[in-house]
């Protein structure tokens, strides 16, 4: 449907830009119970709210006129956004929204000139965006006059929240005029954002665009199984599969970030970093790389990437796992905007499977499990992109034609075609080996046992199964180098195993400690996955050995035996017909410790 009656200058700048129909945010806050009203808008990431709210506040600043007036003094409306970026961005998009209108928009973010917005704010203008603590300081330092403001927009107030802007926020609300509009704007509806709004607003409309226990549909979920150890070359493999326009790839910290941005460009991919250690002239360098194409990824983290909206995003890489299920919502709304689709990959290490499974559950999303993408894979996928490459349909210059029939003359079409691709390919990342890591157990049975039939992952289809822990049936034996001399224990054997082979505890039998060795039974069926991933790990200071079942474990005189110094050591104790196993109430102690026998000094008497 066409846009409701706006502001004339308004509607012009919507045509020029080809907005044609409006987004359902944008229809919700335009409709005529909302005028003049304090507004509290649930709406999902991309779907448009920063046109919403620029149109719903158009009739309270601009009144009865299409214009504004030339001469401008203290704001009438203020916008207050939890980064620099997004501030950023809605100073754009309000931009040319005003534009038509003669609006004078002032930003006020931190990392920039203050001074130099002081004297913006001084010489006036009609509209101020920030964020909080910017904001906040140009208010105690009297370079902003709050006095005539008409109107005040809260942009992802969750965000604000959990930032730790509560006490900015109240103390800027606390100011402003009390006959204010208030617009409060968020994915999420916390309670946090329920008190700021009793508190704040008066008598306001509650308007909620989205859909329930749906996820974005214009946004394709993949999770894909990897080695603990494989993220950045897992990381590498899905950025040359999927070949995205742009990308975003998601880091926990700043440490993780800087070190995945490094080894992405050694490895020949045009990636820039955003994180909060870096200056805001080098954050809007590195998004300026991205929004004219010479940057295809960007590194980021959750903070500084909150609320971006970068045009073609078709890819977001979550190379470490969200911690909720809104962050995940907010990191993967960054593609699938503006109704266009877009491809959300999550990487989950063996050992955070489940987490990941009870996440995606938790956000009502099905998404398709799958190993990473093998070199095998992309390089066939080179190959139907070299040919479909614009460069050979495109027409060819009398210069180009001239130099090909002189590269004719010297080689064979079949040499020149041939060094073609060399030079395609030399300017391509080199894919990595990496294997399908597929626990054996998961190969049996996709369900998981969980305590509630409503929790089973979205996707997995099924009834919910709970069967008891059962040990590998069909296994063969290997030999660690380290046994009681070196104080084994099982309490860190069996996790080292795990780790550095990728494997479960139900991949793992019995586990026999001896005086310099351990021996360990391994599902046959996780033999070839468990030693790529132990020669992979790069420990070389860990020696894991083949043996046999003959050699692997003769039968101890009893459950447990004693060394010299008096040390209870776990033995393996096994019933005639039942399967072996490992008893280990105690550990073995250092060399020199006391007996656990050793008698204790009497008394004195006194």
Not at 116 to 128: K, P, Y
Not at 408 to 428: D, K, P
Not at 450 to 472: I, L, Q, T
Not at 525 to 540: N, Q, R, W, Y
Request: proline share 6%.
């Amino acid at each position: 449907m066409p846009f409701p009656s706006v502001s004339p200058a308004l509607a012009r700048a919507l045509a020029a830009r080809e907005y044609l129909d409006p987004t359902p945010v944008q229809a919700a806050v335009l409709q005529p119970e909302t005028a003049g009203r304090d507004l509290v808008v649930s709406a999902q990431t991309g779907s448009g709210k920063t046109v919403a709210y620029g149109l719903a506040f158009a009739p309270t600043v601009l009144g009865v006129e299409d214009v504004f007036p030339a001469r401008s003094g203290a704001p009438l409306a203020l916008i207050i956004a939890p980064t620099r970026e997004l501030a950023m961005q809605v100073h754009a998009e309000l931009s040319w929204l005003y534009a038509e209108a003669g609006a004078k928009i002032v930003s006020c973010v931190g990392g920039m000139d203050a001074r130099g917005e002081r004297r913006l704010l001084a010489n006036g203008c009609h509209i101020v965006v920030g964020t909080p603590g910017r904001l906040r300081d140009h208010m105690e330092r009297g370079g902003l006059d709050i006095s005539a403001l008409r109107v005040v927009v809260l942009d992802e107030a969750d965000e604000m929240l959990d930032l730790g802007f509560r006490e900015d926020l109240e103390f800027m609300l606390d100011a402003t005029p009390r006959e204010r509009r208030t617009l409060m704007f968020s994915a999420t509806m916390p309670r946090e954002i329920a008190d700021l709004a009793r508190r704040y607003q008066n008598d306001a409309l509650r308007i909620d665009t989205l859909v329930r226990n749906q996820a974005h549909e214009d946004i394709e979920y993949k999770a894909i199984r990897i080695a603990a150890h494989d993220t950045e070359r897992a990381v590498v493999n899905v950025l040359r599969f999927f070949d995205a326009r742009a990308t975003l790839v998601f880091c926990a910290t700043r440490d993780g970030v800087r070190q995945l941005h490094v080894s992405l460009q050694k490895r020949g991919f045009d990636a820039v970093a955003l994180s909060g250690e870096l200056s805001q002239e080098e954050r809007t360098a590195a998004l300026q790389s991205l929004r004219d194409g010479r940057s295809r990824i960007c590194v980021a983290t959750d903070v500084a990437a909150r609320g971006l909206d970068l045009p073609d995003l078709g890819l977001v890489i979550h190379a470490d796992l969200p911690t909720n299920k809104e962050t995940l919502t907010h990191r993967s709304g960054r593609t699938g905007r503006a109704g266009k689709k877009g491809i959300c990959v999550l990487l989950v290490p063996h050992p955070k499977r489940r987490r990941a499974e009870l996440l995606l559950a938790s956000a009502n999303i099905r998404a398709q499990w799958s190993g990473p993408p093998t070199a095998g894979e992309i390089r066939v996928l080179d190959k139907e992109r070299l040919l479909a490459d614009p460069i050979l349909t495109e027409t060819s210059t009398e210069d180009d034609l001239e130099l090909g029939r002189t590269l004719l003359e010297r080689s064979s079409a079949e040499h020149v075609a041939a060094a073609l691709i060399r030079l395609y390919r030399s300017r391509l990342p080199v894919a990595q080996d990496l294997a399908d890591f597929t626990p054996m157990a998961e190969r049996r049975e996709e369900v998981k046992s969980y305590k509630n039939a409503d929790r089973v992952p979205a996707g997995v289809g099924g009834p919910v199964v709970r069967e008891k822990h059962a040990r590998p049936e069909n296994t063969t034996w290997f030999s660690l180098n380290v046994g009681r001399h070196g104080n084994a224990d099982p309490k860190w054997i069996l996790p080292l195993i795990c780790r550095l082979g990728n494997v479960t505890k139900a991949e793992i039998g019995a586990i026999r400690i001896f005086d310099t060795e351990t021996k360990f039974e391994l599902a046959w069926d996780s033999v070839s996955g468990f030693l790529a991933s132990v020669h992979a790990s790069g420990e070389t200071e860990v020696l894991f050995e083949r043996t046999t079942p003959a050699n692997a474990a003769p039968r101890p005189a009893g459950k447990f035996a004693a060394n010299r110094n008096g040390a209870v050591t776990p033995r393996a104790f096994q019933k005639p017909g039942a399967r072996p196993f490992v008893k280990a109430p105690f550990a073995a102690k250092p060399a020199g410790a006391k007996p656990f026998n050793a008698a204790k000094p009497k008394r004195a008497k006194a």
